[in-house]
């Protein structure tokens, strides 16, 4: 082992910051939102899957007693064709425009049509169903290989494929289709013993966050408009609000009220833009909520897909190449997560030849949206299997083909990228050397299943100001949403600078008038890049305490030193003095203290994670059992390995119910029949063991403490692991998700 | 949901005469509300008036003897399911009252609403689908989705009956009082359930102006063993893909009776004569075992989705069956 720093802060267990708040329910979430004068909001959603908006006439819900006003997308300025870029990549904003509030068609069942801001909430619900829309019904095409068809049916006339640079002519449902390649693949399975190839279908997925989207915004004679809600950004909320009703980001300000998970599903607007046009119609603040069967249908979850992989590998176990086939559901507008999968589906192994096609292609679903890793979940599910598989018949042990193929530092994905340190192999060997991996597995119907995952994680902008109060505790402003813990993760790193203890950090989320510009909470970015911009601001803070030192003991900056929280004279004078109490004389030296950080590192490094799972096949009744999970992952360095934990195993709950239960059932007219947590099957603790998991830290050269991202990559592996395990116990090979009762019943033929 | 007056019941007599000459859906009555609350927010009931029966008194009662068990309407899911007596005697209902939906739903959720609830199929809860059990023309299971519809009885509604409660009741011989203008009267359980072909529109003989008020069952023989078994996606809040109740009298491991009830597969809770003529008077085996696991199921006729149900419904028969013979 290469020298190991000594932290004081870093890598403890403090009791997170909002824990307090949020065990006693007194953290204010946005429907907790109360102002004098508020109105109550509800959006008219389209029945129909597909059709044409004829007309809508909204007279009979306007006359209805308590009815303040109406908005259709005739309130919103007529977006042109043009491209916005929102920070989460470029967005047609008309799409983004026609998801808010449908103009001329409907291309899903949950589509909202019009909104109604009423004195009651019952009354905004009742007047809903006073508009009369006219539609007439088109016919949907609701699954990816359909929507490819040349004679499917069309949901924008003017989309066109682009496929590598090029734009065709004719009009289709294929948005764009994407390419990586590496070396030559055809000589690459000419070189193989064995060569496998099969085909896998994943279902539509939500995130399934427990709070539903709310909005409560309040317009201002003087034109500023401030929005309260429940986000992962509230500057991307500021941004697509802004694109989207052609408004000043000057006069917009959005307050992030406490959030109940978002795992993705909480960057897009659905009903902020609304509100706010409620309220400036009204002139009163209006409050929008969702219900589950709006969030269900009426968010984005992340796409079904259809995956076709292939891959070989010579006899000693050297995969020599592979090729995957991607076709993404990106809903009803064009920007499904295809990219990022294609980036992740081979990314743990130094293979030769690679091709990876993805094609990006609408549907008549709600427009997908990020969803923890989004993308590579899907992808993951084919590769690993193919992987188990190679692994089987060629004897080989699956853990060991893993560490025979597995990536590291300088070797280069398909889509381009040379690794820089990663611990790929790092969490393949903890796998291994698990007491998990050694105990016993032979019981009849039990088997176990591994795989692996991948994951970039991102950087972008944060910003972080420190306040010095005088009693020797900061005051550290940040505008990144607390998901998962990261008050706590982010106070660490600005607290280990100054050598002060986390509990001396008080850290507050504020809005996006109080704190400089910073990104979503999303990619796992947030105590990455917001935690190197607190370290940055902690940094600016002490060499402004250097300066005031200096400035108490008359000698010069450079011969003040900071250690372990204490000043002290290195040109022999004898002066000491601790941080606390040079924060009690600041008044008399200068005035206070304000430190700022702010960032754009280049530098996520990638996660890797590689997991473990026993379970017990019930051929009687179909039933899979988790029996025992083990999750290795590399977090670079735990900040506070508590949460890094919690973030490893919600992902690998989350990772399960894909695995056996989650889908959006559809009819064949495109209604989700299971739109509600009932029938919508997402596990609780009764379908859970304990989740293990094993940290490993191999620092990221591109974080001050070596951080990297770890809320994503745990969700990866989960559905190939599992599918594998089934494999192990029974010997059928699952390709299709999620792996039901019945699917399972079915595939194990003894129907 | 649409608004409605309340009215919280004084008496038996004040809530059937409320009740009276209104037909269905215009005066409901409401216990826990767990099912009820769900069906006014979608739309699917639209009552004019809710009579609130928990403020009967009394109505909640659970007492035992020797001779059996008297069980009120307005008893709780979670008292039934942690009643010693019921757990000691009585299996297979606490077995099943313990495992309907969660903990939550279980201490406010009663017996009658438990009964009388009504089915969860997607299109039935669909406020934009006018299906036939909704007074329209079609089952849309029959040429839809029918993942999780009925094998057995379905004919012309495809709904299986929600309840894990009554199967155990029925294989228990259980038998219910229910109160109308005309006073009351007793029928058993099983009567009380009907099938499509009966009334396509209800699952259950009550007349819109009576309300279940008790369920009374008697003692099981000394020599009975009871068992529930539910097969369900995940582990909570989950309806069953399909449930045995069986209550077996055995003599070592001959089976002098067998009272054989499935849940989830029919529109009512569904007897197996079959699978009860099977094991009767028979050593239980794995091959007799299963054999009363083909016997139910060989009449079954599956939807396009749902023909693993009769695997799973064969296979709990015959592990039920076994575990009488442990
Ligand atoms: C998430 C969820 C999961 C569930 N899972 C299960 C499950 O696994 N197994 C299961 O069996 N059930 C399940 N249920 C249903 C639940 O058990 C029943 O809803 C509950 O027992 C009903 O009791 P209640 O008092 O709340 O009924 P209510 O909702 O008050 O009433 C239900 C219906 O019965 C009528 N009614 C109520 N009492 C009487 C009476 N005394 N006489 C005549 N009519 C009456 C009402 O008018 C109404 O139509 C689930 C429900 C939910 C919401």
Known sequence: ?751 | MEKFSYVNATSLEQVTSLLSDSGWGEVMVIAGGTDLLGELKEYIETPKTLINLKTLPGMDSISADGSGLKIGALATVADIAMYPEIQNHYTVLAQAAGSVATPQIRNVGTLGGNLCQRPRCWYYRDETVDCLKKGGELCYAIEGLSKYHAILGGDPVYIVHPSDIAPALIALGASLKIVGPEGEKTMSVEEFFTLPATNPYRENVLEPNEIVVEVQVPHPKSNAKSFYLKAREKGAPDFALASVAGVFEMEGNTCQAASIVLGGVAPAPWRSTEAEAALTGKMITESVSMQAGEDAVKDAQPLNDNAYKVTLTRNLISRAAMMAAK
């Not at chain 1, 909104?115 to 609701?142: F, G, K, Q």
């Not at chain 1, 902690?538 to 000043?567: H, S």
């Open chain 1, 1 to 751: 082992m290469s020298e190991k720093k000594e932290y004081k802060v870093i890598g403890t267990r403090p009791i997170r910051h909002d824990g307090v708040d949020k065990v006693t329910g007194r953290a204010l979430y946005g429907a907790d939102f109360q102002i004098a004068g508020l109105l109550h909001g509800r959006v008219l959603r389209s029945p129909h899957a597909h059709a044409r908006i004829v007309s809508i006439d909204t007279s009979r819900a306007e006359a209805y007693p308590g009815v303040k006003g109406i908005v259709t997308a005739q309130d919103l300025p007529d977006p042109a064709d043009k491209v916005a870029d929102l920070g989460e990549g470029a967005v047609n904003l008309k799409y983004l425009c026609d998801n808010i509030l449908a103009r001329d068609k409907v291309l899903y069942k949950g589509h909202a049509v019009a909104a109604v801001a009423a004195t009651s909430p019952h009354i905004a619900e009742e007047a809903c169903t006073l508009i009369d829309v006219a539609y007439e019904v088109l016919p949907p095409v609701l699954e990816v290989r359909q929507a490819m068809e040349p004679d499917a049916p069309l949901l924008h006339e003017n989309l066109k494929t682009t496929s590598l640079g090029e734009t065709a002519d004719e009009p289709s449902n294929v948005a764009s289709h994407l390419q990586y390649k590496k070396g030559a693949p055809e000589k690459g399975f000419a070189e193989a013993d064995v060569v496998i190839e099969r085909e896998f279908v994943t279902g539509t997925v939500h995130q399934g966050y427990i709070e539903p989207h709310n909005a409560t915004a309040l317009y201002n004679p003087d034109g500023h408009l401030t929005i309260w809600c429940s986000t992962q950004g509230a500057f991307t909320v500021r941004e697509q609000v802004a694109e989207i009703l052609q408004y000043p980001i000057s006069k917009i300000k959005v307050v992030p009220m406490e959030i109940g998970g978002g795992f993705g599903g909480k960057i897009s607007v659905y009903i902020k833009p609304v509100a706010a046009l409620l309220a400036m119609k009204t002139g009163k603040p209006v409050k929008v909520l969702m219900n589950r069967t709006d969030v269900f249908e009426g968010t984005g979850p992340t796409p079904a897909s259809y995956i076709r992989v292939k891959m070989g590998a010579t006899k000693a176990g050297k995969v020599t190449a592979a090729e995957a086939y991607l076709a993404f559901e990106a809903g009803a507008y064009p920007g499904s997560p295809v990219g990022p999968g294609a980036m992740c589906i081979f990314a743990p192994y130094n293979i030769e030849n690679v091709l990876i096609d993805g094609y990006d292609v609408v549907v008549n679903k709600p427009k997908t949206a990020p969803y923890r890793a989004p993308g590579a979940t899907n992808a993951a599910f084919g590769s690993e299997t193919i992987l188990d598989e190679l692994a089987e018949r060629l004897e080989i042990d699956p853990l060991e083909i893993r560490l025979m193929n597995g990536a590291k530092e300088g070797d280069r994905r398909a889509d381009g990228p040379i690794y820089p340190r990663i611990g790929y192999i790092e969490t393949v060997e903890a796998a291994k050397q698990h007491p998990h991996y050694a105990a016993p597995n032979g019981k009849k119907h039990h088997g176990r299943g591994v795989a692996s995952g991948f994951w970039f994680n991102i950087g972008l902008e944060s910003s972080v100001t420190i306040n010095v109060n005088v009693d020797g505790t900061i005051n550290l402003v940040e505008g990144s949403t607390d998901i998962g813990g990261t008050r706590a993760s982010i106070a660490m790193q600005a607290a280990e600078v100054l050598g002060i203890p986390a509990e001396s950090v008080n850290p507050s989320v504020v809005d996006t008038n109080s704190v400089g510009y910073t990104a979503v909470t999303g990619g796992s970015r947030t105590t990455y890049a917001t935690g190197y911009a607190a370290y940055e601001a902690a940094q600016d803070v002490k060499r402004q305490m250097i300066a005031r030192a200096a400035k108490l003991w008359e000698v010069d900056e450079a011969n003040v030193q900071f250690a372990d929280g204490e000043f002290s004279c290195i040109n022999g004078k004898e002066e000491q003095i601790s941080f606390r109490d040079l924060c009690a004389r600041l008044g008399e030296t200068g005035g206070p203290v304000v430190g700022s950080g702010t960032v754009n590192p280049g530098g996520a490094g990638g996660a890797f994670a590689t997991h473990v799972v026993d379970v017990e096949v019930d051929e009687e009744t179909g039933k899979v059992e988790i029996l025992r999970y083990t999750a290795t992952q590399d977090a670079g360095k735990a900040i506070h390995p508590s949460y890094v934990e919690g973030q490893i195993q919600g992902g690998v709950v989350q990772g399960i119910g894909w695995a056996l239960n989650e889908e959006y059932i559809y009819d064949a007219e495109g209604t989700m029949t299971n739109a509600s947590f009932l029938d919508y099957r997402m596990p609780t603790c009764l379908d859970l063991p304990m989740i293990d998991t094993v940290i490993v830290e191999v620092p990221n050269p591109g974080h001050p403490y070596g951080v990297r991202g770890v809320g994503e990559v745990p969700i990866i592996p989960p559905p190939a692991a599992i599918a594998n395990a089934i494999y192990d116990a029974v010997g059928i090979r699952m390709t299709e998700l999620p792996m039901s009762p019945e699917r399972l019943l079915k595939a194990i033929g003894t129907i």
